[in-house]
């Protein structure tokens, strides 16, 4: 069992910049696979990123490719999502989910280990 905790959601005029911690108990975090998603009023819940165990496999999908970032500390059993260069679009509730199978952490699919998720509110 993993447990997942968000942090660092608020309000932001666009433009602005925000990041976004994700800190897992339970099992041994640097064999996950981590990764954001997010759902906005009235939509079905969006893949934002991934990043593997170790130092490699970073992927971001193309709408957020170039302003947001994904991160891990494997010390402090923390993932990381910068968002930079914020637009309304960008708000949503954003979740972070863990998977021992990064496939799992894509388009469409559903990972095993999931936060409460925290709000993002990007103001025009």
């Known amino acids: 069992q993993v447990q997942l905790v968000e942090s660092g959601g608020g309000l932001v005029q666009a433009g602005g910049s925000l990041t976004l911690s994700c800190v897992a108990s339970?099992?041994?975090?640097?064999?996950?696979?981590m990764g954001w998603f997010r759902q906005a009023p009235g939509k079905e819940r969006e893949f934002v990123g991934r990043?593997?165990?170790?130092?490699?496999?970073?992927y971001v999908v193309d709408s957020v490719k170039g302003r947001f970032t994904i991160s891990r500390d494997n010390a402090k059993n923390t993932v990381y999502l910068q968002m930079n260069s914020l637009k309304p679009e960008d708000t949503a509730v954003y979740y972070c989910?863990?998977?021992?199978?990064?496939?799992?952490?894509?388009?469409?699919?559903?990972?095993?280990?999931w936060g409460q998720g925290t709000q993002v509110t990007v103001s025009s």
């Open positions: 989910a863990a998977d021992g199978n990064y496939r799992r952490m894509a388009p469409g699919r559903t990972p095993v280990y």
């Open positions: 339970g099992r041994t975090f640097e064999n996950y696979a």
């Open positions: 990043i593997t165990w170790g130092r490699g496999g970073i």
